[in-house]
């Protein structure tokens, strides 16, 4: 099967794309540190146009951890403009991606990565620097509602289905893994391979009768 891989650079991205190649198939990689600029329209365009395939794993996203530099933001001091490049970027070229694949294959899956921070409010209590910018949340929850309206409109040639994963381990400090997974029903982070069956399973035949769904791989942090 040929895959386009969207985000392939990130933590989740490199790890899925090995595990596609290891599987047998085919990964046409895209992302902005090889410049990939998925909000320019006509390069999006030109793209899907002249690379088709069976199915699209968009992992590209905006997403500014929270750290020091970040800390003296919060509700009131952000600016429209930060909260415009997460919708710019997270929701307006996501569907531009989403659209484009659509227009140039006749059949396929998309699957579409979300975040728990699209479902459930950032807990404060974990950004003792800082607050998670709204504009992430906001943005990651456009990311279901557009999966579901694509899932009905493209139906029954392309199914597209919609991601959520919860807090993947990446050198977090250990205050931070402790707080979260005390946090979590299963009692820990995840680890980034295990998105992998989840995975499998969407670009199979076996989902073939699954569209607008919504999959949380989070550990059970969005089911307290």
């Not at 404060?124 to 899932?151: C, N, P, R, T």
């Not at 820990?188 to 069956?197: H, I, S, T």
Request: proline share 2%; hydrophobic share 40%.
């Amino acid at each position: 099967m040929r895959i386009i891989v969207t985000g392939s650079e990130g933590l989740i991205g490199k790890s899925i794309v090995e595990f596609l190649i290891s599987s047998g198939h085919e990964c046409l990689c895209l992302d902005y540190s090889n410049g990939d600029d998925l909000t320019d329209e006509e390069y999006v365009r030109d793209y899907f146009k002249n690379n088709k395939a069976e199915c699209l794993i968009n992992l590209f996203a905006l997403n500014h951890h929270v750290d020091n530099q970040f800390a003296k933001e919060d509700l009131f001091n952000i600016t429209l403009e930060s909260f415009r490049q997460y919708m710019e970027t997270n929701l307006t070229a996501l569907f531009s991606v989403c659209r484009e694949f659509a227009r140039n294959n006749s059949a396929g899956k998309i699957i579409n990565f979300s975040s728990t921070y699209g479902v459930v409010s950032p807990r404060k209590e974990l950004y003792d620097q800082g607050e998670k910018h709204i504009g992430y949340s906001v943005s990651k929850a456009g990311v279901l509602m557009l999966s579901k309206h694509l899932a009905t409109h493209l139906a029954p040639q392309i199914t597209v289905n919609a991601v959520i994963p919860g807090g993947v381990l990446n050198n977090q400090d250990e205050e931070f893994i402790k707080k979260y997974s005390l946090q979590t029903p299963l009692g820990r982070m995840m680890n980034v391979e295990e998105l992998n069956g989840i995975i499998g399973f969407l670009i199979s035949e076996k989902s073939n009768y699954v569209t607008g769904a919504e999959f949380k791989i989070d550990g059970g942090w969005t089911a307290w």
